[in-house]
């Protein structure tokens, strides 16, 4: 489901997403899993030809099980819905915002995923 509540369905060849432990990759014949994703950069090769999309999204799951893949996650953007200035915007804030708190802080968490959200967005962006 995209923000907005839709869901994107189509056949893809091959996915890859930032995993909680790292980057995976999900081919077709993949074993059924469940996993945390992080905020990252989510790509995926569609079945049907033309290059690899991009989509931000802000952690969440992925499960794969026999020739489906889901991902649930909080946000999720291509390229095009991405605003790149707000994205610097929010970068900046929580930059600032976290050069005053140390890792105990109760808010370096929340502005430390504030900022790589924003990262990962520009990098989408950009790409």
């Given at each position: ?37 992080d ?8 079945a ?45 804030d ?13 808010q ?20």
């Open positions: 489901m995209t923000p907005e509540g839709r869901k994107l369905s189509e056949p893809v060849k091959e996915v890859t997403t930032p995993g909680a432990l790292g980057e995976l990759g999900v081919l077709p014949g993949h074993i059924p899993i469940l996993t945390v994703l905020i990252g950069a989510l790509t995926y090769l569609p049907k030809g033309g290059g690899p999309r991009q989509l931000a999204v802000g952690g969440g799951y992925l499960e794969v099980d026999r020739d489906r893949l889901v991902v649930i996650t909080e946000s999720a953007e291509f390229k095009e819905d991405i605003d790149a200035e707000r994205a610097r915007k929010a970068k900046g929580a930059t600032k915002k976290l050069d005053g708190l140390d890792s105990g802080d109760a370096f968490d929340l502005l430390a995923k504030r900022r790589k959200r924003a990262k990962v967005r520009l990098q989408v962006a950009s790409s």
